[in-house]
Every structure is written in structure tokens, then in C-alpha cells.
């Protein structure tokens, strides 16, 4: 490739672009292929470039404008299932478990802001000084997270965790030792059975996955309400089906939709089942009460390093709700609304493994009683 005819070239058609006002999200992408194409053609007359140079250089102005960046190569690998830039010259991402540094990099630190800022004004989120920190979804479900200087110390940071392209089975999580056959087994009639589950573990160790996977188990003829931070379930067939999505405040503070007002609506809209996609905290206590109120087979899932620490972080995060409940109260909502919590980890190999199932008994005084259905043992 001809470098210097190249980066000529393409600064040339910026400049064409910028004084045509750019190319406005009023465009549609079949507008903004034929202008980019034709203005590609016309300006690389006086350079010398190759026909893969010219289709390269519309390609690249193509995800400039409409898609990503240089990033959209990494987000159309199927493999690839987090991107994460720290700074303009740090892109890591992860695929097939392990976490790998890229050679993909940024000029300068504007350009890793101008594509923040691109993203949030997509799903119409802001981010700025004021307002260094965002957390977004994108159009295809893909979860966004930003961190703006100064806040970000070391430049700014961006977090892209992909939507699956697809769902898995209970088979297929057996095929990739997620699982073991028996414990699949024993969920899937669980799920049939309407025992409520809750799924724990830390981040990125397949919590949705399993949930999702599990939720798609429900009989056609349920009506299922799921609450979700961000809408990441996906309910195949014709379920009859409410999905709810939380909303943070606008610009001037107002507007929030919090998860604990999506919970209580749900129960207003004659569920079946109710799933929560991820609980986090003071709406912990809301949804036990929802298991409690004759709303079997709920599900939902968490962040614990264990199965029992997850219980313990539920009544941490239902005292968070302020009504004045004793935890003696609390914990025995929890003994009476749950039935078994499966906990998955990811492995130092990349894998997410359920290591635990247990199911809950009663509550006695300050601990629960358990049941221990399955342990994996540690790799040695």
C-alpha cells in the first residue's frame, strides 16, 4: 500500500466531506455508500492507489460515519465477545476466553472521545465533564460502558460487551462443559416444575447465558414479564411475552424508571413469571416479595462469589430498601421464596462452569438450611 498516497487521499475526502455539512444521520446508509463510493472514485484519480486500496478506503470511511470506527472489524468478528480501549493506544479484546491485545489504536485521544460520544448520541445518552460515565445499550443489544478523563486518569475508557449472536440450548451448554448433563437435567425440570432460580457468579461468567437459556424453557402457554436493566433476554417463539426495560434520568435529572418500579408494575400485569434480568439492589426486596405473593418459577440472577454468599448479598441488598423490614424478616422472605441458586465461575482457560447448585431448605436463625446438590471440585 502506497501510504502517503493513501492518508493524502483520504484527508482530501474529509475535507470534501466537511464541507458538505458531513453526512447527517438523516442519510440513510445506501445514501451515504453511494457518496462515499463516488467521491472515493472521484478523488483517487490523482493518486496512485489500487482498486482493494480504494475499496479499503470506503470501507473505512463507511464505519467512520455510519458504524464504529476502526472498531467495526472487531465488532463483526463472530468470535470476538468484548472489546475493551483503555486510552488511544490500548485495544484488547476477548475471544474464546482469553483476553489478547490488538494493534488496533487511535491518533490521539479525541477520536476515542469523538466515538464515545458517537455511541451515546445513537441511543441518545450524554456523556461529558459533568457527566463522565455512561452506561448504555446499543441498537443490537450490546452492552456499552464509558469513562471520560478526568474521572479516567489515564485517558478515556470504553467497554463493549457484544450481544450473543445466538441463544444456547441446555444440550449445547452440556456440548461446552458449561454443565453437567445431570444438572442440566435437574434445571430443566425445575424450570417445568416453576421452582424459583437464581443464578450467581461474577462478572462475564455466562449468568445471562444460563438464565437465558433456562427462561427459554418455559411452557409456550406462560405469560412471562422479564425486567431488565438493559434488555439482554431472548425469549425465542411466540411466548406471550412483556419485556421491561429500566431507564436512567435525562439530561436535567428526570425521567428514571428504576428497576424496583419495573418489579412492581410486573406484578400489575398478570404474570406468570417474572424474571429479573440482573438484581443489584434495593429492588432485591421487591422481587422476593413477588416470589412470595403466589408468582412461582420466578428467576433471576446476581453477582456472588458463591452460592451461599449470594443469599447473603440478597438480604444485604433488600435492607438497602430502607422500609425498616428487620433482617431476621428478610432472610426468612428469602428461605420461603427461593429454591435453588446455581453458581458459575469462569476458569483461568476462559471457560464458565456451573461449580455449584444448591437448594434451600428453610432458614434457621442466622444461616440458611441447604442442600448441596453439586460441587465441582477446583482444577488442581
Known sequence: MNGKDYSEC??????ALSARAGLGGDWSDEAVRRTLRALVLERSRNYNLSLSEKEAMFEQLFNRFRRLDRLQPLIDDQEITDILINGRQKVYVESNGC??????SF???HQVLELIQRICDRVNRQVNQANPMVDARLPDGSRVGAVLPPVALDGPVLAIRKFAPKSFTLPELVEKKTLTAETAALLAEAVVARKAIFISGGTGSGKTTLLNTLANLVPADERIITVEDAAELRIAGEANLVRLEARPPNTEGKGEITLRQLVRMAL????????????????????LQAMNTGHRGAMSSGHANSAEDMLDRLETMALMSGIGMPASAIRRQIGS???LVVHLERRPDGSRQVTELIEILDWREQTA????IYRKEQDP
Open 10 to 15: 483520504l484527508r482530501e475526502i474529509d475535507e
Open 99 to 104: 483476553l489478547t491485545a490488538t494493534e488496533v
Open 107 to 109: 491518533d490521539d485521544e
Open 268 to 287: 400489575r400485569l398478570r404474570p406468570d413469571r417474572i424474571i429479573v434480568g440482573e438484581v443489584r439492589g434495593e429492588e432485591a426486596l421487591d422481587m
Open 337 to 339: 421464596a427461593l429454591d
Open 369 to 372: 438450611a441447604i442442600r448441596r
